[in-house]
């Protein structure tokens, strides 16, 4: 048995009605079962409950022993001795607080095929637990969880962005150049890639946006990459015009060793990734008041639309040359860099520097872009739940990742909804 099963039961008012008495035979009545605490106290604060004749108001904690109340030393903590209502699954031992005042318990008592159930689908090894249930969820309900995962996805993404606006006190151009940064890393170079960005600050950058051969050399130089490169011309001209700059502004470059260049695909490799990077910065000024001023995510793409320069045409790597590398920004590319960049970026600076907050704005934005296409998201299409959109992919990313991988089935609408259901068979 656990806890948090206990909390589920309770707040649903799931428990068997003909054995609502307390330990001691008294009759009760739950009139409020009160706000569930997330947070450090008692678990329901502001219940109501009627005993015999009277009716308290109070707080609610819920143990799987009484005895546990002592064991988590809530006899010695203040903020217990409001509680009018000790909840059980197992009566130990009689439970007191001050004064000598014994806390009224009460055993629950509730259909043990709902734990039955619970467990089954929760300690299974199906990577969605709830599979063959998700059926007995109507569409409404599931639609409203997920427009809830999509919201809490974006608000977990502005914690980095909470992060980097703390550093940068609030220039949102440098917010945005680090951030995109960390997209270009394709997940596996993401750190690297912002410690390439952090190590260059955006003014310097700025001073050589019409020389992509001095951005070149500014990033791959900073990148640590360059030290060891296979020489060519192209390698050597770069090395000269990196320690010419790198001397100028007292530049440190980042380890070379940070960089993970294995089991990726020549696309991903992390030189050709930081050419196209270099591309992008030669058109970086005001792109940020230009993408966020747009209505249309889809007017945005063309900012996207650039071209690496001719060396990294033929080449993945330094100085092993290719037929065609092929390696133009393109939509799979623009869309990654708004799904994780663009929105969350937006949804912070509207939520915090803007009258208006404009969420609805950044929905329409993420139901423009492609569903992803990535192992999480097969999951869901095995079982028929098919993201059109990247809102919806959003989503189901973020349910799986912060709810079925950490069986927090019981916070979950949709496994509350089918042990609801399951009640009823």
């Not at 950490?406 to 089918?418: A, D, P, S, Y």
Request: with cysteine; glycine share 4%.
């Amino acid at each position: 048995m656990q806890e948090d099963f206990l909390h589920f039961i309770y707040k649903n008012r799931l428990w068997d009605k003909a054995c609502l008495y307390l330990v001691n035979g008294e009759k009760i009545e739950i009139i409020d079962t009160g706000t569930h605490n997330f947070d450090s106290g008692p678990d329901f604060f502001n219940a109501k409950i009627k005993i015999g004749d009277t009716i308290w108001a109070g707080n609610v904690e819920i143990h799987i022993n009484s005895s546990d109340w002592d064991k988590h030393h809530h006899n010695k903590d203040l903020s217990y001795n409001n509680v009018i209502l000790h909840i059980v699954y197992n009566y130990d031992k009689p439970i007191f607080i001050s004064n000598n005042y014994e806390i009224p318990t009460w055993e629950i008592k509730f259909p043990h095929i709902l734990f039955n159930k619970y467990s089954e689908f929760k300690f299974n090894e199906n990577p969605i637990h709830c599979h063959g249930y998700i059926e007995l969820v109507s569409n409404f309900k599931t639609n409203l969880w997920l427009e809830r995962m999509a919201t809490e996805r974006l608000e977990a993404k502005t914690e980095y962005i909470t992060k980097l606006n703390e550093k940068y006190s609030g220039n949102f151009e440098e917010i945005f150049y680090v951030s995109m940064a960390r997209s270009f890393g394709t997940g596996i170079n993401n750190e690297p890639f912002e410690q390439l960005a952090k190590s260059i600050p955006l003014t310097i950058l700025y001073k050589y946006s019409d020389n992509i051969f001095k951005i070149e050399a500014l990033l791959f130089g900073q990148s640590g990459l360059l030290e060891d490169a296979i020489k060519d011309d192209y390698v050597i001209k770069l090395q000269k015009e990196y320690y010419f700059i790198r001397k100028k502004h007292s530049l440190t470059p980042i380890p070379s060793v940070s960089w993970k260049k294995s089991r990726l695909r020549p696309s991903n490799f992390p030189q050709i990734r930081i050419a196209q990077f270099a591309a992008l910065m030669t058109n970086f000024r005001f792109l940020f008041s230009s993408i966020f001023d747009n209505e249309n995510l889809s007017e945005s793409e063309k900012y996207f639309n650039v071209e690496v320069s001719d060396y990294w045409r033929t080449h993945f790597v330094f100085g092993k040359q290719v037929n065609k590398t092929n390696v133009k920004l393109g939509i799979s590319t623009f869309n990654t860099i708004a799904i994780n960049t663009i929105a969350p970026i937006a949804f912070y600076y509207y939520k915090n520097y803007k009258v208006n907050n404009n969420l609805e704005k950044i929905i329409d934005w993420m139901i423009q872009i492609k569903a992803e296409d990535n192992r999480e998201t097969r999951i869901w299409k095995s079982l028929n739940i098919i993201p059109k959109n990247a809102y919806e992919s959003q989503a189901l990313l973020n349910l799986k990742r912060n709810y079925c991988d950490k069986f927090k089935c019981l916070e979950c609408v949709i496994g509350n909804e089918i042990l609801k259901e399951l009640n009823k068979i």
